[in-house]
């Protein structure tokens, strides 16, 4: 602690205050039955986390990215992605009890449930691009099928992320496009997509009890349906661009399952949860 | 009913009006800037949802511009700091009833952007193609449409960056979402 000088009075603190409350406001989970609950808890989970870990891989080019742009750029789609992902832990807290703090960073490794898309680790700025390409078209699909959720508090946060997400598959598409062209970019992105295309649709892994979640109307269509539209749209504009569809059609059924955490996963939580484990409950 | 004590301006003090209270808010809440952007207002900025009033109680809802803000939660304790006093009970709150779209921006708000040198969002288009065209960004400075995208993301989430060919200026335009 510095010393006050003599007379002056100790600074305020309210500013920091409101840091620590949640964003998303209050709902009523009285209309939802406790397996409905459940299963809605299970998809949200699912979505947390894959924009919490794309968010923290994102961070990793921030200082280190090709140009000072991108620098910009991935420090910037790092902030949205968390952001939507602090949103989404909040809901899970809301329908569970916890908080989203403890849910974001108080897990073990192998407690998360991001799609395998975001088990490789970073690599080079072609790879970082197919993988956010493949992630952000897939997104865009998973959206959709929720923009009219009959579960109003994610109907709405839907709305609001699916603006923000145009603006990150549009800069990828700018991406794809320009590295697309020949050369070493065109021969890096083709092998990124081919490390990558196992795990191309490992997003729409089925949901536990999605059955109910299609009933209720909260999701619209089932997993497998919207892997199959990503499928389709994949293949169409790669063609497009002149790169070769690395192979068969990936399965999407095993996209979450894992015995533990890769390694490269690992690593990276080792990064986001080191502030967490040094001093628990610390707050900034 | 409860309310502010207001001069009538025309009659004076003679005859004191009665400003309702919803409307003294709306109006402190003109003072409240963006902390990114001072020029504008957070009612400018269309950020503002609703206001509801009740006995003893002020309550302001706020649409974040973009979820990721870190600028939000510093805009919901400066509007509860200037409505300080307005009722025992006051709170903002963000809300996501409906999403903030750059069509929020009033036509005021276009005006303060523009003199602070930003470009001002450009309408939206209501077809929804999976990768959409940006929208032509007129320079604030001299108006050319000869001006191209240095990049989608700029120093805050909802900004991006433009270079003006014509005047060879560099100026952020505020994103269409």
């Not at chain 1, 994610?154 to 709305?159: D, I, K, S």
């Not at chain 2, 708000?109 to 193609?129: I, M, Q, T, V, Y």
């Amino acid at each position: 602690m510095t010393a006050t000088p003599e007379g002056a009075a100790a600074p305020e603190r309210r500013a920091t205050r409101r840091l620590a409350e949640p964003d998303l406001p209050h709902f009523d989970i009285g209309d939802l039955d406790a397996p409905t609950r459940e299963a809605l808890s299970s998809l949200l989970l699912t979505m947390a986390d894959d924009e919490f870990v794309l968010g923290f891989w994102d961070s990793e080019w921030t200082g280190i990215a090709p140009m000072l742009e991108e620098d910009v750029a991935f420090s910037s789609l790092a902030q949205d992605e968390i952001g939507h992902a602090r949103l989404l832990y909040e809901m899970l807290a809301q329908l569970r009890g916890g908080n989203a703090d403890e849910l974001a960073f108080g897990r073990h490794a192998d407690e998360y449930h991001h799609c395998h898309l975001l088990d490789h680790p970073r690599t080079d700025w072609a790879f970082s691009v197919a993988r956010r390409w493949l992630y952000d078209t897939a997104d865009a699909v998973r959206l959709d099928a929720l923009r009219y959720s009959s579960f109003a508090p994610l109907a709405q946060v839907v709305e609001k992320i699916r603006r923000e997400e145009t603006y990150h598959l549009m800069h990828m598409d700018v991406w794809m496009r320009r590295l697309a062209q020949g050369g070493e970019p065109h021969d890096r992105l083709e092998k990124a997509l081919a490390t990558l295309w196992p795990d191309a649709l490992s997003m729409f892994a089925s949901v536990p009890d999605e059955g109910r979640l299609i009933d209720e109307g909260i999701l619209a269509s089932t997993m497998s349906d919207l892997a199959e539209r990503q499928y389709e749209q994949l293949s169409a504009v790669l063609v497009n661009l002149g790169l070769s569809v690395p192979g068969r059609r990936p399965s999407s059924e095993d996209g979450r399952d894992r015995a533990q955490a890769s390694d490269s996963f690992r690593w990276l939580w080792g990064e986001f949860t080191m502030v967490h484990r040094l001093e628990e409950g610390a707050s900034w | 009913m409860s309310g502010l004590r207001a001069l009538d301006p025309v009659s004076g003090a003679r005859a004191p009006s009665v400003m309702p209270l919803e409307q003294a808010v709306w109006a402190a809440l003109e003072d409240v800037h963006d902390p990114e952007i001072p020029a504008i207002s957070v009612v400018d900025l269309g950020v503002v949802h609703r206001v509801q009033v009740a006995p003893g109680r002020v309550r302001v809802e706020l649409l974040p511009t973009f979820v990721g803000c870190p600028a939000v939660d510093l805009m919901r304790s400066a509007v509860e700091e200037r409505l300080d006093g307005f009722a025992p009970d006051v709170e903002a709150v963000i809300s996501f009833a409906e999403p903030w779209t750059s069509e929020r921006i009033t036509p005021e708000g276009h005006k303060r952007l523009r003199e602070s040198g930003f470009g001002p969002p450009a309408p939206a288009g209501d077809d929804e193609r999976l990768l959409p065209v940006l929208p032509v960004a007129p320079c604030p400075y001299c108006g050319s449409l000869d001006t191209t995208i240095e990049n989608a993301f700029g120093p805050t989430l909802c900004r991006a960056i433009y270079h003006c060919s014509a005047c060879r200026q560099p100026f952020e335009q505020f994103k269409t979402v």
